[in-house]
């Protein structure tokens, strides 16, 4: 039987409620959605671009920690604030990607954590060759 496995890294904001940055089943890795928050937990200054910048920082690290990377992605869910600044977060999400492309979905929300413009999770693989 495949055991839960928690994932927990000092390198991305700690968790601010009742959850894990990451838990990790047989070969996947779920991230929870990663806030622009620095790892002082304050909240990054300024717009779309800095915002998604600092999730993606955070990610990589929760990635890291688990032993996988933005090349082994198979899935991202994008929550934006205001669909209006897609081609931004799009720009940016493609730069931390490269060729890969995951699956994705992206949704305009009403609101989010902190009030935040931008929140991202993913799944991944881990030890896969």
Request: glycine share 8%.
């Given at each position: ?7 927990a ?28 928050l ?35 992605v198979?899935?991202a869910?994008v ?28 949704v ?7 009030d935040?413009?931008v ?11």
């Open positions: 039987m495949m055991a839960l496995q928690t994932i890294t000092d390198q991305a904001p700690a968790a601010i409620g009742p959850y894990s940055q990451a838990v990790q089943f047989g070969n996947l890795l779920f991230t929870s959605g990663q806030i622009p620095g790892l002082d937990g304050q909240l990054v200054q300024g717009g779309i671009a800095e915002q998604t910048h600092q999730v993606f920082r955070n990610l990589q690290a929760v990635l890291a920690a688990a032993g996988s990377s933005f090349g082994q198979v899935k869910t929550f934006i604030k205001d669909m209006n600044q897609f081609a931004q977060v799009n720009e940016i999400y493609a730069s931390y990607f490269g060729d890969h492309k995951p699956a994705r979905s992206t305009e929300v009403a609101r989010l954590p902190k935040v413009l929140e991202i999770e993913l799944i991944a693989a881990v030890n896969v060759e």
